[in-house]
Each structure stands twice: as C-alpha cells, then as structure tokens.
C-alpha cells in the first residue's frame, strides 16, 4: 500500500499494532492463570496501552504539523520574494511527493519568470533602439516642413498640407515616446525619484500647459483643492500621467466643455479627480479603456492611438496608486487616481 512508503507512517502503525498485540497477550495470560483481580489488571494493561499509543500518535501528528507549518513557511517566503525557498522532500511518501511537486511547480514559474523578463528586456532594448534611430529622421522631417511652411505663406492649399503634416509628425513623436515609457515601465527599468510635492502647484502646472489648447477650442480648465495636501511621488512622471488624462479629457470634450481637475485628502489617501462633461465612455468600453491600441466602435476619433490612458495607468500603479473610471454617454467621465500618503 502506498501509505506505508513513508517510514514514519510504516513505524507508527508497527507500534500501535505491538501495544495492541502485547496487550491481548497480557490479557489472555492473565486469563489462563486465572490470577486474582484480574479484570483489574486487564483494565491497568488497556490503560497503559492506550496511554503509550496516545503519546505516539502525539508524537506523530506533531511531527507532522512542524513538517506542514515549514512548508508553510517556505511557500510564503516564495510568495514574499525568495525565489530560491524550498520544501524540504528527502523521505518518502504522498505527502513528500507533494512537495516534490511544489518545489517543480517554483522552479518552472522561475524559468517563465526569466523568460519573461528577457524578453521584455528584448523587447525594451529594441523599441529603445528603434526610437533613436527614428529622432534624426523625424528631426530632419520637422526641419524640411518648417522651411516648406515658411515658404507656402503666400499658397494656402500647401500651407494647409504642410500644417496637417505638421500634426502628422507630431503624432509620431508621441507615439514613439509613449513606446519607449511603457515598455521601461513594463521591463521594471524605471527608478521613481519620489519627494514630497505639493498638488495644488502640480495641478497649476498642468493647467498651463493646457490653457492655451482650451482657449483655442473654446473649452475651459478649472481647479478645486486644498492649497496644502502633498504627495509623495515623482513628480515629473506623475504629471506624465495626469498630462494624459487631462489631454484624453479634452480630445473627447465639445466645445464649450469644461474639464475640472480636484484634490482631496482623507485620513490615509490623497485623491485627485479629473472631470468632463465630454462625450462620455461606452459601456462596453468601460473595461477596456486602459488596453494598449484599444479603438472603440462607438469612438469618433480618427486621431488617437491608444497609449496615453495605459500609460498613466502604468505610471500611477507604479506609485502604488489606484485609478477608476466613472462616465455616462453624453454625460462625461470621471477619472479618479488614489493614492496612499
């Protein structure tokens, strides 16, 4: 039988089974002699055997609960991030097999974790290459159509062309840098340089960079918060992220729209909230907003390329920050980023 392959089960079923054996004797000796009180002594002999099978099946189960709580243990230092913990499985037996498997299981998840991780290393290492070889060409690009655009001032048709090449450039320059950050993000290359900075002069910040699109699309910024909340983060990356929601906001605002960015704090988290009264989000939509390339059917833009709203997803997960998403069809959205202070 398969439950006698382990040597402690094998010697603890011996033991118990020589009690039994040595007490039957005991009782049927006493019995032949017909020695006074014996029903007495049969009773001390059953108590003294069940007494020593109880310490044995003590000793037993908990011998056994100490080989459990220490691959307990193992498992949970795995889990922690010591990817080299093992459960002890030198004996014999379904419970060590067990553990053998487990200690399989942690190795082949390794070797995909190192696959993973070399091939996201590839993958970064590539688009980085291929976004600095594309900077001299795009360079030369935006050059080349200036002097056109300076040279058509006087010929509107061109000036028209070269003013949409002009956004088309632009376009691509985005797209490859949005490239190049999400895949450091994904390849754990990014070191956040955190310090304590105040929200109100972020929110400032990206107000302005935005005012001057607003005002030429008839759309309006406002802000609300306390001058005084802070947060721990980078800032630089941080405003990345918020610069891209902003900018989504007023891709997907009419004229005249109001995009409202708040902040808040409460007892453990610092919250900032991005609102429009745009055009809204579908439904169907709604789960797969922070999907890379993702184009909705029920979208009407031509422009966008689906990497501004995962890459500030990216960015605040990085934070350890949380962000949700409210909207209604032609109502607006709502974008609301949470962080712990």
Known sequence: MKIFTNRKIKSLFCTILFFALFFALVSVLLMIFEARNTALYIFIAALVVLAAALINLYRYFRNQ???IENAEEQI???????????????????????????????????????????????????ISDISHQL???????????????????NLPEIKEFTDLTEQELDRIETLVQNLLKITKLDAGTIILDKSVENVSEM?????????????????????????????LCDRDWLMQAIDNIVKNALDHTAAPGHIEIEWKTFASV???????????????????I?????RSKFSKDTTGVGLGLP???????????????????????????????
Do not use: W
């Open 135 to 153: 900077k001299t060409p795009l360079a030369a690009l935006n050059i080349y159509n200036g002097i056109m655009q300076d040279e058509a001032e």
């Open 270 to 288: 610092v919250q900032i909230i991005i609102k429009d009264n745009g055009s809204g989000i579908h439904p169907e939509d709604l789960h797969h």
């Open 65 to 67: 609960n100490k080989i």
């Open 76 to 126: 949970t230092e795995y889990i922690s991030g010591n990817h080299t913990a093992r459960i002890e499985c030198d004996e014999e037996g379904e419970l060590y097999k067990l553990f053998h498997k487990v200690n399989s299981l942690a190795a082949i998840l390794n070797a995909h974790a190192d696959n993973e991780l070399k091939s996201k290393e590839f993958l970064r290492n590539t």
């Open 203 to 231: 929110m400032e910040s990206v107000k302005k960079r935005f005012s001057f699109r607003a005002e030429q699309e008839g759309k309006e910024i406002s802000l609300s918060g306390d001058d005084n909340i802070t947060l």
């Open 311 to 341: 890459l500030a997803k990216g960015i605040i997960e990085a934070h350890n920050g949380n962000i949700e998403v409210d909207s209604e069809v032609g109502r607006g959205t709502a974008f609301v980023l949470t962080f712990l202070k």
């Open 290 to 294: 922070f999907k890379r390339f993702y």
